[in-house]
Nanobody, 118 residues
Framework: QVQLVESGGGLVQAGGSLRLSCAASGGSFSIETMAWYRQTPGLQREFVAAISRQGSTNYADFVKGRFITSRDNAKNTVYLQMNNLKPEDTAVYYC????????????WGQGTQVTVSS
């Protein structure tokens, strides 16, 4: 059973940085796109960033220039480096991976809380 496990969330002051990680494990699989989303209470989950297997990236406008996503295919891991954090970045951050086992499916991590104090 494929699982995504996230780590790296926490509390940081405005202007600070955090690095999130999301590792896939469980069985034999290949990973296509890996992506990050976030959600605050009462709002829909929103797209933050994505990276293809080849390393092409895409970012939401509100994180461009501040967040960087990368991946290590050998470790089946995606990262989100978050710099110059703002209080409005406070949310639960989720990773999503398009993983091929017998077929291509979306998998989601459990989420990790990021809190930015002013």
């Amino acid at each position: 059973q494929v699982q995504l496990v996230e780590s790296g969330g926490g509390l940081v002051q405005a202007g600070g940085s955090l690095r999130l990680s999301c590792a896939a494990s469980g069985g034999s699989f290949s990973i296509e796109t890996m992506a990050w989303y976030r959600q605050t209470p009462g709002l829909q989950r929103e797209f933050v960033a994505a990276i293809s297997r080849q390393g092409s990236t895409n970012y939401a406008d509100f994180v461009k220039g501040r967040f960087i996503t990368s991946r290590d295919n050998a470790k089946n891991t995606v990262y989100l480096q978050m710099n110059n954090l703002k209080p409005e970045d406070t949310a639960v951050y989720y990773c999503r991976a398009d993983i091929r086992t017998d077929r291509l499916r979306n998998y989601w991590g459990q989420g990790t809380q990021v809190t930015v104090s002013s």
